[in-house]
């Protein structure tokens, strides 16, 4: 069984960093893609960055593009989501997402077979 647990949410000021990571276990494969995606209140899952066991490959929403960086150390099983430059609007709860045998690396919730229990990030103006 796949879990997940995220970790790093917190109250910060905009303009500043965080970074949250995912905590993998249970993967039986070597080929998976794990997602960062995002939910505010009221709103729909936003997608917000993915990265590729395959090739590395990392893809990022245009709301997030040269303020988040993903990144994964396959020694501790974790993926990190650096986010920099934080605003009001970046505020939700963060999920990460795995998908045991996915082929890309993709924002779309569809594929991802297995969650977290979120953490929460909060960014005051």
């Known amino acids: 069984e796949v879990q997940l647990v995220e970790s790093g949410g917190a109250l910060v000021q905009a303009g500043g960093s965080l970074r949250l990571s995912c905590a993998a276990s249970?993967?039986?494969?070597?080929?998976?893609?794990i997602g960062w995606f995002r939910q505010a209140p009221g709103m729909e899952r936003e997608g917000v960055s993915c990265v590729s066991s395959i090739d590395g490959s990392t893809y990022y929403a245009d709301s997030v593009k040269d303020r988040f960086t993903i990144s994964s150390d396959s020694a501790k099983n974790t993926v990190y989501l650096q986010m920099n430059s934080l605003k009001p609007e970046d505020t939700a709860v963060y999920y990460c997402a795995a998908g045991p045998g996915l082929l890309y690396c993709t924002i779309s919730s569809y594929p991802y077979d297995y969650w977290g229990q979120g953490t929460q990030v909060t960014v005051s103006s």
């Open positions: 249970g993967f039986t494969g070597n080929d998976y893609a």
